[in-house]
Nanobody, 123 residues
């Protein structure tokens, strides 16, 4: 069982930045592809970004390309740098992990989910 814990959410004005972190409780972190999803009120959960096992194979949703950057370290952490935030980015952001590659993450094939962190962007 892998536990994922997100942090870094909060309230920010439009145009501002936030950096989300996801800490994974596994000794085999490098064997997991990782990703971020989000769910706004009244909407379905949607894909945001994914990163392959060793940091390759990056995928982004069209709505965040050029503004968000996904990364991971060699320990147990994954990050999402979010710049030029917009009110429509307001959502609960979830960390996701799967032993398959980042392509599967992008398609929503996820074995483990975090509990989410709230991001609110005011206009």
């Amino acid at each position: 069982q892998v536990q994922l814990v997100e942090s870094g959410g909060g309230l920010v004005q439009a145009g501002g930045s936030l950096r989300l972190s996801c800490a994974a409780s596994t000794r085999t972190f490098s064997t997991f592809a990782m990703g971020w999803f989000r769910q706004a009120p009244g909407k379905e959960r949607e894909f945001v970004a994914a990163i392959g096992h060793l940091g390759g194979k990056l995928y982004y949703a069209d709505s965040v390309k050029g503004r968000f950057t996904i990364s991971r370290d060699n320990a147990k952490n994954m990050f999402l740098q979010m710049n030029n935030l917009k009110p429509e980015d307001t959502a609960v952001y979830y960390c996701a992990a799967d032993r398959a590659d980042a392509t599967n993450i992008r398609l929503g094939v996820v074995a483990y989910w975090g509990q989410g962190t709230q991001v609110t962007v005011s206009s």
